[in-house]
């Protein structure tokens, strides 16, 4: 199968994978560390951190109900992988799972009281993909399916789960580019609600586009934007966009900047790559990483399953539009 489609599906499957991996030997460590220690990180190893685990857990739910997920499926396929992928996960989807086991709370409610991170914006990308070209509908699903994780207090964190979601749905238009993507991210948002999320991304994107240049911006945001938990998403989903800019899209280098960067560095990478992948297709990936990702795992099948997925809805839309055409006759 060789379309535009499918290459942007699996250039933002690998894309994503790539990012995780690399930036998991330097997650946490700043980009000093990182300089001092390694020089720079341009190679990675393995399949990824609890980043990509979840987003294959939501790829499980997305598949398995011909692409209707809500937070309903995204818990059952939580609790059918659990054993598999429990040891990577963190605090709040610790917090979610045992809730919705022990019957404690409904999954639309799960992700009330749940401490903030970017555990649902980091593994969103399959939802932006099932609604390539529909970044509206991408955020407005997406609120639903992230509230499994984050809701309440930290909905901003389901904010920046949309926010990613609706910017890859727009990537993944054939005419898309970089500022498209970046105006998609905070169109769809709730205007009043999502105020914090979409001042966190305007405000660094603002400051990005006045510079321009990487190592300036990473200065600017070290002084200026850091929060006290390097995982917050008013901190990572601001810098992968921010970054996906200065890179101009470009998978490579944006990979490269979100993984140095520090912090947060394999979710920052996981986002970055997931969004240029999907704006530039598999070609657009540098084929060494293409290579030696797909000794791993070369996702063909779940490429093609979310191809199928996105072939369906487009049928459905058609017989929407059908409908309604036969009654303006």
């Known amino acids: 199968m060789e379309n535009l489609l499918y290459s942007k599906i699996k250039g933002c499957l690998a894309g994503g ?6 930036g998991a030997p330097v997650e946490n460590k700043t980009y000093r560390e990182i300089e001092k220690e390694y020089g720079t990180v341009s190679d990675f190893e393995g399949e990824g951190t609890d980043d990509s685990a979840i987003k294959l857990i939501l790829c499980d739910a997305v598949l398995g109900n011909q692409g209707r997920v809500t937070a309903d499926e995204f818990a059952e396929s939580f609790l059918k992988l659990e054993k598999k992928y429990v040891h990577l996960f963190f605090i709040p989807v610790r917090n979610m799972l045992e809730k919705v086991k022990e ?35 991408a955020a407005m699903e997406t609120f639903d399916v992230a509230g499994l994780i984050h809701a309440g207090e930290t909905g901003f964190c389901r904010d920046a789960a949309c926010a990613m979601a609706a910017a890859v749905a727009q990537a993944m238009k054939k005419d898309a580019d970089m500022e498209s993507v970046l105006e998609a991210s905070t169109a769809w948002l709730h205007k009043k609600s999502a105020g914090e999320m979409i001042s966190c991304i305007q405000e660094t994107l603002d400051y990005a586009r006045s510079c321009g240049d990487y190592v300036q ?27 996906c800019y200065l890179a101009g899209g470009d998978p490579e280098k944006s990979i490269l900047y979100a993984v140095n960067f520090g912090r947060d560095a394999d979710t920052i990478g996981t986002m970055a790559g997931s969004l ?12 060494e990483w293409l290579e030696k990702l797909y000794t791993y795992n070369d996702q063909s099948d779940l ?18 539009v059908k409908q309604l055409e036969a009654m303006l006759v």
């Open 17 to 22: 994978l790539i990012g995780d991996a690399m």
């Open 103 to 137: 019957g404690l709370v409904l999954p639309v409610n799960a992700g009330a009281g749940n401490m903030h991170s970017s555990s649902s914006a980091m593994a969103i990308s399959p939802m932006g993909i099932i609604n390539a070209g529909n970044p509206e509908r």
């Open 217 to 243: 911006f990473r200065k600017w945001f070290y002084e200026n934007r850091l929060r006290t938990v390097t995982c917050d998403s008013r901190e990572t989903v601001p810098a992968a966009l921010a970054l």
């Open 276 to 287: 240029a992948g999907a704006l530039k297709g598999e070609a657009g990936i540098r084929k």
């Open 303 to 320: 490429a093609k399953g979310l191809y199928d997925v996105v072939s369906l809805r487009l049928e459905q839309e058609k017989e929407h």
